[in-house]
């Protein structure tokens, strides 16, 4: 019965080794060893444990990079840590496996950026020029396969490409007024404050063919000299969450005036407090040509005074050699358009010659407006280290996706900020949907390996320990091809196997029927340790492997 285990009590053990002599040590040594063999563990490696594999210069990170490493060495590590363990012994070992990035990202992260440029938005409409900005009105899916077309002409199959460009729902040239002066009439103009500092030439309401505006010209007759302020009334922006003051106005014959400093639009919140004010010059981002009646748009941000309650100046400066006139049509300060971030993936078909966006439910790049909405990373739109995609993602795509189904996968890329790699990344991870719950692809897991103690060497071991059951011993009674009908009806007597009724084999045979039938779907090579009420020897097991002709054979 040397396959077949018997559990023998201590006072055999005992006697044993109390009449043994020197001939005989042997055999003893190999019963403790045996007595051993059903021991059974589940272990979790540790820093230590890897750390014992330092002379095969593997572990150094406390993980494997493969199964196959773990197979190859963590033998070394169980032999260091149970050596009293004997033939049979069985070990679960969760360990680290270390599996890099998943290869269906990388080619989103590294694929080349494409900025839709003020050209681009031209393009598309005066609107969307002038504000650059697409909305509903202008959907990117309309433009922008047009628009990689017309600029990479060289692409190749499969190319990819990250397009980025600037949204918004709100529609062109609706602004959230805070102030304006349209300068209709001269009513309009009284509330402001014409000073004249030098010359007789000041700042008057004045209107051409129905349209109003503020103006000033140093001309009368010839150009004279003149220093002299438009100031407005005072203006709140106590409600102000900032955006732009955009001053429309137009300016002729000027010759040698500076911008900025001979004309100039300056503000300041300490106009009117005793003492002299402090005024600082506004830089607009255009100014009108200076030689001609065309009205523009100039506009500067002003969300730094948001709060605060501040005075516009209109300062006009003239010489007896440069008198421009300066009319000056509205002033208008307005909170800024609400503008996201859009980014989407688009591909190359070489054989359509077409651009065709990438499925965003299979890969998804964030927008400015999910970072906001995740909360803590919309503060600069990225993850960090203090703020890691994982801790905010798996939550997002539960909201993105509630109606997710088992297994899904989705790529999500992202912007990441990492000060000791140069700065902002972009990096994305696999996110997969199992029972009821998105997890990112991570490099490392914990996976876990089995492993028998064989000849007195830890093998990879895919054993499977399983003890008959009431009804296993009464299905096999059932079996009119298992054994004799003697032992059978021994067998449904008793509910164990009678050692005088049933050979060896015979019971191998019956424990594989039991296999078959309530593991069906085992594969070849795996290997079950049963073990059965017998008598009279009591608890027994039997160890057996599934071989490629189907049926259950003792392992070797």
């Known amino acids: 019965m040397k396959r077949f285990n018997i559990i023998f009590g201590l006072s055999f053990l005992s006697l044993a080794l109390m009449t043994a002599c020197d001939p005989l040590e042997e055999e003893i040594d190999q019963i403790e060893a045996e007595s051993s063999i059903n021991k059974e563990l ?39 840590l149970y050596p009293q363990l004997g033939n049979g012994s069985s070990i679960t070992v969760k360990y680290n496996l270390y599996r890099g990035s998943s290869e269906s990202v990388s080619q989103y992260t590294g694929a080349d950026n494409y900025q839709l440029t003020k050209e681009d938005y031209e393009g598309i409409s005066t609107d969307a020029g002038k504000y650059e900005y697409l909305n509903d009105q202008y959907p990117a899916k309309n433009y922008i396969p047009s628009i990689l077309s017309d600029t990479l002409k060289d692409a190749e199959d499969g190319e990819l490409v990250a397009v980025n460009y600037s949204y918004s729902s709100t529609a062109y040239g ?14 309009s103009f009284n509330p402001f404050a014409a000073v004249s500092v030098t010359g007789d030439q000041e700042w008057e309401w004045s209107s051409y063919s129905g349209d109003g505006f503020a103006k000033i010209s140093g001309f009368a007759g010839s150009a004279n000299e003149n220093f002299d302020y438009l100031i407005t009334p005072a203006i709140d922006l106590s409600g102000f969450a900032g955006g732009n003051l955009t001053v429309n106005h137009a300016i002729n014959y000027r010759t040698s005036a500076v911008f900025g400093e001979d004309i100039a639009v300056l503000i ?45 100046a209109f300062k006009y400066t003239s010489t007896s050699s440069d008198a421009a006139t300066w009319e000056v049509s509205s002033i208008l300060i307005g909170e800024s358009t609400s503008l996201d971030y859009k980014n989407l993936f688009y591909t ?27 909360g803590a990373p919309g503060a600069y739109d990225n993850f960090s280290s203090s703020t890691p995609a994982d801790s905010y993602i798996p939550t997002f795509l539960t909201q993105k996706y509630p109606y997710a189904q088992e297994e899904q996968e989705i790529v999500v890329v992202y912007k990441y900020y990492s000060s000791s790699s140069g ?26 390996l089995q492993f028998g103690k064989e000849n007195g060497v830890w093998v990879p071991d895919n054993t499977i320990r399983y003890t008959f059951t009431t009804d296993d011993f009464s299905a096999v009674a059932e079996n009119e091809e298992l054994g004799t009908a003697a032992a059978r009806d021994n067998l449904a007597t008793y509910g164990n196997f009678s050692t005088y009724n049933w050979t060896l084999a015979e019971i191998d045979e019956a424990v594989g029927f039991i296999l078959k039938k309530n593991f069906p779907n085992s594969e070849v090579g795996q290997k079950y340790l049963v073990s059965f009420d017998s008598y009279p020897s009591g608890l027994l097991t039997t160890h057996l492997i599934l071989n490629s002709e189907g049926n259950y054979v003792p392992v070797n």
């Open 42 to 80: 589940t272990i979790t490696l540790t820093e230590d444990d890897y750390a014992l594999l330092e002379d095969f210069k593997v572990g150094t990170y406390n993980n494997f990079s493969s199964e196959d490493e773990a197979k190859q060495y963590v033998p070394y590590i169980l032999e260091e």
């Open 174 to 187: 609706q602004t959230t007024s805070v102030y304006s002066e349209n300068f209709n009439d001269a009513a």
């Open 268 to 312: 300041s919140t300490d106009y009117g407090v005793v003492g002299e004010p402090t005024w600082t010059s506004l830089e607009f981002d255009t100014w009108p040509a200076g030689n001609n009646w065309t009205f523009v748009d100039s506009k500067v941000d002003i969300s730094d005074y948001a709060g605060e309650t501040v005075y516009l």
């Open 348 to 374: 190359y078909n070489a054989e359509s010659g077409k651009w065709s966006m990438v499925d965003q439910d299979a890969v998804y790049y964030l927008n400015s407006d999910d970072y906001d909405a995740m």
């Open 423 to 448: 700065g902002l990344q972009t990096r994305g991870n696999v996110y997969t949907f199992l029972e009821g719950s998105w997890s990112g692809y991570a490099s490392e897991i914990e996976a876990e």
